[in-house]
């Protein structure tokens, strides 16, 4: 409860720092509203946008998004590209299952290739169930690019509110999740684990991947690399967590006041 707390307070900080930079440069979903922008202009807003509703989950912009991306799903055309994904991804946040299911239409069965990856990293940030359930089953469909898994899992397990029961899938299903995916693919998917950042975690992915992989004839480097990976973050934690708490609780105070 208290780290969901400060997870709460820390969303507060990045909206309150990177939301009016959003609105400044404006957030409009339609294709073409900016066509006028510099690309280096349209690639900020982008970055903006995906900061200001996942993590700042800012209520203002993520309902823009999410009633426009109700209107798309026929046309995907008529959202802006480069903020297609994240208006998608404010459109599945509440789990709404019709819009889920057409998603997941649009990322099996689309010839865009764009518009695969926008519907991937939506489906990744679906947090409410049964939506949850049905993203992670998606992952064995035989259709589906190592991509688009990888996409889906990495936002699955990057979101505190979904990290547990996705690990849970993930361990039950880690041997047809590893068959499913290319020989040079498998590696690839411990950078899903990118997000953890404690010792049970980082002996969790030693334990279902370190005999699964050796199975398969992989080479040990990878997986040393992403242990490594999250002993870092520990040792990063273990030394700053009580300096970015007192910061966090410091900018709640300034803003109360």
Known sequence: ARAARTRERLARQIDGIYAPALRALG???KAGAYAGDTADRQLRRD???EIVVVWGRNAEVTQTFASAAQATLANPEIL???LRGVIWAAGVRNGD???CSALQKHLVESADAQVRADAAYALGRVEQEPAASDVRALLLHPRLAPGAVFRILRGQLENPATRASTWKWVRENADALI???PAWYQPILLRAADRFCDPAERDAVQTV???RLAKAGM???PLERQLERISLCIALMSSTE???KAAVEEGETKRVR
């Open 47 to 49: 970055s903006l946008a």
């Open 179 to 181: 068959a499913r995916l």
């Open 27 to 29: 957030y409009v979903p």
């Open 242 to 244: 009580n300096a970015i």
């Open 219 to 221: 080479d040990a480097l």
């Open 80 to 82: 802006d590209r480069g």
């Open 97 to 99: 299952t019709s819009f």
């Open 209 to 211: 991947f370190a005999p």
